[in-house]
């Protein structure tokens, strides 16, 4: 039902900033949990993070926390993720994925729809 496409991948050094987009089909996007996952080679994916309907609160794994932001506009059903100070363990296939299931941590909620990924490398 919602079809996502991520863009804003690249090649950046160490230290660099990115910014990530994901942009959705249909008219219902203000309904969904939007959520930014990523998997490396050889690696399981992973959690970075994750933002409520509303945009008003925002959930970060970790690793990501004080570098990362996500945000969302959803007159523009978009959700985007600026990446800052950008190390190369961030490198990795970064996917946009959505739900509407709550009352679940989000790094745990099942997400129905997934974006083809962006490819985002950080050089040492």
């Known amino acids: 039902q919602v079809q996502l496409v991520e863009s804003g991948g690249g090649l950046v050094q160490a230290g660099g900033s990115l910014r990530l987009s994901c942009a959705a089909s249909?008219?219902?996007?203000?309904?969904?949990?939007m959520a930014w996952f990523r998997q490396a080679p050889g690696k399981e994916r992973e959690f970075v993070a994750a933002i409520f309907q509303s945009g008003t609160t925002t959930d970060y794994a970790d690793v990501v926390k004080g570098r990362f932001t996500i945000s969302r506009d959803n007159a523009k059903n978009t959700v985007y993720l600026q990446m800052n100070s950008l190390e190369p363990g961030d490198t990795a296939v970064y996917y946009c994925?959505?739900?509407?299931?709550?009352?679940?941590?989000?790094?745990?909620?099942?997400?129905?729809?997934w974006g083809q990924g962006t490819q985002v490398t950080v050089s040492s």
């Open positions: 249909g008219r219902t996007f203000s309904r969904y949990i």
């Open positions: 994925a959505a739900t509407v299931v709550t009352g679940i941590p989000t790094m745990y909620a099942p997400y129905n729809y």
